[in-house]
Nanobody
């Protein structure tokens, strides 16, 4: 099992920045690709960003490209999501997730490990 705990959410104004963290425990963190997803009220959960095990490559949804940056620190068993220039439409519960297969993270397929989520609210 991999346990994931997100933190860093909150209420901010449009244009502000937030950094989310996701601390992992239970297995070898560097064996897992990591991803961030979000779910807004009344909408399906959607892919935001992913990063491969080594951190050498990352991928983003078009809606956040250029504003968000995913990174990881394998020594600290933590993945981060730096969110800049936040917009009201970024309001959602943000979840981190882990899978040994990066493809599954990117396409949100059968991901076995999820965090409990952290609320991000962006006011206009």
């Amino acid at each position: 099992q991999v346990q994931l705990v997100e933190s860093g959410g909150g209420l901010v104004q449009a244009g502000a920045s937030l950094r989310l963290s996701c601390a992992a425990s239970g297995r070898t963190f560097s064996d897992y690709a990591m991803g961030w997803f979000r779910q807004a009220p009344g909408k399906e959960r959607e892919f935001v960003a992913s990063i491969i095990q080594s951190g050498a490559a990352s991928y983003y949804a078009d809606s956040v490209k250029g504003r968000y940056t995913i990174s990881r620190d394998n020594a600290k068993n933590t993945v981060y999501l730096q969110m800049n220039s936040l917009k009201p439409e970024d309001t959602a519960v943000y979840y981190c997730a882990a899978d040994r297969i990066a493809y599954n993270i990117h396409f949100m397929r059968g991901i076995p490990f999820w965090g409990q989520g952290t609320q991000v609210t962006v006011s206009s």
